[in-house]
């Protein structure tokens, strides 16, 4: 792991003018959906997710599905997400506005908006890619935070 170095106000006169690359040793993550890993996560929400294990730290993936009928818990949070459908067709409540998609189809969902995530095929399940700011703002100082409806 790469220590990191904390930045302050006084240290502004310290910024450089070039960048070093910091090559990670590590730059894929195969068979994302081929791991239990996330179990715990996916309980939590109430659905499949897989967390792509990547050493960004500015934005994070994760693959979702949702079973035939299924749904995910209403949620929100302080990062933004864009949301990639890959398979099926359904929709998203977020806050009172209902979003159609299907496969191909991209959705924004904004920063703390109550949101939820809808299968609308009985028969086939819908999966998708979620991508997020999470990572920068946990390195901005804890300031990444997710709230699940009661």
């Known amino acids: 792991m790469i220590?990191?170095?904390?930045?302050g106000s006084k240290d502004f006169g310290k910024t450089p003018s070039s960048i070093q690359l910091r090559m990670p040793e590590r730059l894929s993550h195969p068979g994302v959906e081929k791991e239990d890993a996330s179990a715990?996560?996916?309980?939590?929400?109430?659905?499949p997710v897989f967390i792509v294990d990547l050493p960004s730290h500015a934005i994070s993936m994760t693959i979702g599905g949702l079973h035939p009928g299924g749904r995910s818990g209403r949620h929100r949070h302080t990062?933004?997400?864009i949301l990639y459908a890959l398979e099926g067709r359904g929709y998203s409540?977020?806050?009172?506005?209902?979003?159609?998609w299907e496969a191909g189809d991209a959705l924004y969902i904004p920063v703390w908006a109550w949101h939820h995530h809808v299968n609308a095929d009985p028969d086939r399940p819908a999966r998708y890619l979620a991508c997020e700011n999470a990572p920068m703002l946990q390195n901005a100082g804890g300031l990444a935070i997710r709230e699940e409806a009661k």
Not at 40 to 47: D, N, T
């Open 40 to 47: 715990g996560f996916s309980a939590e929400r109430k659905h």
């Open 93 to 100: 409540m977020i806050e009172d506005r209902r979003i159609e």
């Open 79 to 81: 990062y933004e997400t």
């Open 3 to 7: 220590e990191q170095t904390r930045f």
